[in-house]
Nanobody, 128 residues
């Protein structure tokens, strides 16, 4: 059984930083050329993409709003993907989710309308 577990969320002041983790169990992330993505759902809004990474070769993709402030990385030995978030703003508040898609190129992950595996999410709240 595949499980993705996010952690690292919390309450932070505007301008602060957080590092989120997405740990996988029941599935080795760097097998099957998986792409792992981070998503965010703000209150009252639809879930949106942030960034994704290829577990095979580490290639990354960022949406425009995440470029320069967020960094996605992977640790295959720990079967974990991270999202480092800096210069946080109140509009970054939301529930952050990770998702995994086997046999998916990082360039294609955010073109998909559904994803194979999801975590339960971790809350990030940025106060002004």
């Amino acid at each position: 059984q595949v499980q993705l577990v996010e952690s690292g969320g919390g309450l932070v002041q505007s301008g602060g930083s957080l590092r989120l983790s997405c740990a996988a169990s029941g599935y080795t992330l760097d097998v099957d050329y998986a792409a792992i993505g981070w998503f965010r759902q703000a209150p009252g809004k639809e879930r949106e993409e942030i960034s994704c990474i290829s577990m095979n070769d580490g290639r990354t993709f960022y949406v425009d709003s995440a470029k320069g402030r967020f960094t996605i990385s992977r640790d295959s030995a720990k079967n974990t993907v991270y999202l480092e978030m800096n210069s946080l703003k109140p509009e970054d508040t939301g529930v952050y989710y990770c998702a995994a898609d086997p046999f998916t190129d990082v360039a294609a992950m955010f073109t998909k309308t559904s994803h194979a595996y999801w975590g339960q999410g971790t809350q990030v709240t940025v106060s002004s």
